[in-house]
């Protein structure tokens, strides 16, 4: 049963409740220990990959006996499919490229600090500026350092210099910390001398309602596509596959889902290559988890081109979705795909022909799909991460 409450808070700053209910308590006498989330969008948000893991998480931990509250920003989150047991609380920061997950992560770690939870989940080892705060108020803290941020091809030189400083900052100021790839585990404990646990991220096992593409999709056949999901930002081979797109579309269709976020070079480059090939489609930042895995389901090959990071998100779900893979040849990609994918260099005429050459090949299309459905269902059940995550925050409870 789950008894609604009035929230006085939402009147209090800096931090705006905007939605809260909390489910009755475990017992008479016994109070519910209380986890805060910090360094995402808000909840529910289909942003990213930090935002698809705390989709789960939030109502697991709710599930296993915890408040939990989901700090998030203004405008990026929406009512629809919320679990009303979660608070939802927005913060104020600048919406920048560079200083949103910094100016976010600050106000949103002030607010837990005058809240004080009895245990703060952060995700992103950029806020590890501010986990002294968090120290210094005695709440322990669990940490997500997601990936080598400071590698990544979209940072400047001050922006990689900030990044690398926050994880030095993480290793320091943060009680345990949480590797989604075991090859970023080994990077934290040779870089950092940290011990970090691995857990990596789930994936949803797609419904019936995904067998068939959307009306919108309609047009596309059933393993004759090759599709490409991720933001549009260097280190994810965007550049190398739309000159390899220019080559493909000439045989087959393709179809391209994401943006960067803030514009640039990048989103112009799909627009104007899908301006210019009618087979090739652009369809931005996709909102609909049945579209988009309907799309991955029917999809004849999927690119993965992300190159700096750990378990991707995106790629565990192609993965459940069994969409035969064609990625960028990385140890990261490597460990998640094992010898389920196909790997290739960054360089255009090598994806073309390995995406061509799948995509003309229907028997072993239909091995790599059946091979990476059974590898992300014995390794990335959302079940077994949501339990990891619940195991860790509860001994940081003592």
């Given at each position: 049963?789950?008894?609604?409450?009035?929230?006085q808070?939402?009147?209090?700053?800096?931090?705006?409740?905007?939605?809260?209910?909390?489910?009755?308590?475990?017992?008479?006498?016994?109070?519910?220990?209380?986890?805060?989330?910090?360094?995402?969008?808000g909840?529910?948000?289909?942003?990213?990959?930090?935002?698809?893991?705390?989709?789960?998480?939030?109502?697991?931990?709710?599930?296993?006996?915890w408040?939990?509250?989901?700090?998030?920003?203004?405008?990026?989150?929406t009512?629809?499919?919320?679990?009303?047991r979660?608070?939802?609380?927005?913060?104020?920061?600048?919406?920048?490229?560079?200083?949103?997950?910094?100016?976010?992560g600050?106000?949103?770690?002030?607010?837990?600090?005058?809240?004080?939870?009895?245990?703060?989940?952060?995700?992103?080892?950029?806020?590890?500026?501010?986990?002294?705060?968090l120290?210094?108020?005695g709440?322990?803290?669990?940490?997500?350092?997601?990936?080598?941020?400071?590698e990544?091809?979209?940072?400047?030189?001050?922006?990689?210099?900030?990044?690398?400083?926050?994880?030095v900052?993480t290793?320091?100021?943060?009680?345990?910390?949480?590797?989604?790839?075991?090859?970023?585990?080994?990077?934290?404990?040779?870089?950092?001398?940290?011990?970090?646990?691995?857990?990596?991220?789930?994936?949803?096992?797609?419904?019936?309602?995904?067998?068939?593409?959307?009306?919108?999709?309609?047009?596309?056949?059933?393993?004759?596509?090759v599709?490409?999901?991720?933001?549009l930002?260097?280190?994810?081979?965007?550049?190398?596959?739309?000159?390899?797109?220019?080559?493909?579309?000439?045989?087959?269709?393709?179809?391209?889902?994401?943006?960067?976020?803030?514009?640039?070079?990048?989103?112009?480059?799909?627009?104007?290559?899908?301006?210019?090939?009618?087979?090739?489609?652009?369809?931005?930042?996709?909102?609909?988890?049945?579209?988009?895995?309907?799309l991955?389901?029917?999809?004849?090959?999927?690119?993965?081109?992300?190159?700096?990071g750990g378990?991707?998100?995106?790629?565990?779900?192609?993965?459940t979705?069994?969409a035969?893979?064609?990625?960028?040849?990385?140890?990261?990609?490597?460990?998640?795909?094992?010898?389920?994918?196909?790997?290739?260099?960054?360089?255009?005429?090598?994806?073309?022909?390995?995406?061509?050459?799948?995509?003309?090949?229907?028997?072993?299309?239909?091995?790599?799909?059946?091979?990476?459905?059974?590898?992300?269902?014995?390794?990335?059940?959302?079940?077994?991460?949501?339990?990891?995550?619940?195991?860790?925050?509860r001994?940081?409870?003592?």
């Open positions: 049963m789950i008894r609604q409450q009035q929230q808070q939402q009147q209090q700053q800096p931090g705006r409740a905007v939605s809260a209910a909390v489910a009755d308590p475990l017992g008479p006498g016994e109070r519910r220990p209380r986890v805060a989330i910090i360094g995402t969008r909840y529910p948000s289909h942003y990213g990959g930090f935002e698809t893991a705390v989709r789960r998480l939030a109502p697991a931990l709710a599930d296993a006996g408040d939990v509250t989901v700090y998030g920003r203004p405008g990026a989150t009512a629809d499919g919320a679990d009303p979660i608070v939802r609380r927005e913060t104020r920061g600048l919406e920048t490229r560079s200083l949103s997950t910094l100016t976010y600050f106000t949103a770690t002030a607010d837990a600090v005058r809240r004080r939870p009895d245990v703060v989940l952060v995700m992103n080892c950029a806020n590890g500026f501010w986990l002294p705060l120290r210094w108020r709440v322990p803290t669990l940490v997500n350092v997601d990936g080598i941020e400071w990544r091809a979209k940072w400047g030189r001050l922006a990689r210099a900030v990044f690398r400083a926050g994880a900052a290793a320091r100021w943060a009680d345990r910390i949480v590797c989604d790839a075991r090859e970023i585990e080994r990077r934290w404990r040779d870089e950092f001398g940290v011990e970090g646990v691995f857990v990596p991220y789930g994936a949803d096992a797609p419904d019936a309602s995904t067998a068939e593409l959307a009306e919108a999709d309609s047009a596309l056949v059933p393993g004759g596509y599709l490409f999901v991720a933001r930002v260097p280190e994810n081979t965007v550049a190398e596959f739309v000159a390899a797109a220019e080559l493909i579309a000439r045989r087959h269709p393709v179809v391209i889902v994401g943006t960067s976020g803030y514009g640039g070079a990048l989103d112009e480059r799909v627009a104007d290559l899908a301006a210019r090939y009618p087979n090739v489609e652009h369809l931005g930042h996709l909102r609909d988890d049945r579209r988009l895995f309907a991955w389901r029917n999809a004849g090959v999927y690119f993965h081109g992300h190159s700096v378990t991707n998100p995106a790629l565990v779900q192609a993965m979705c069994g035969p893979v064609v990625a960028r040849d990385t140890v990261y990609n490597r460990e998640v795909l094992g010898e389920t994918g196909v790997f290739v260099a960054p360089e255009p005429g090598e994806i073309a022909r390995a995406v061509v050459g799948l995509l003309d090949d229907p028997t072993r299309r239909a091995d790599l799909g059946a091979a990476v459905r059974r590898r992300a269902r014995r390794h990335y059940a959302w079940s077994d991460v949501c339990a990891a995550y619940e195991s860790r925050l001994e940081l409870l003592g």
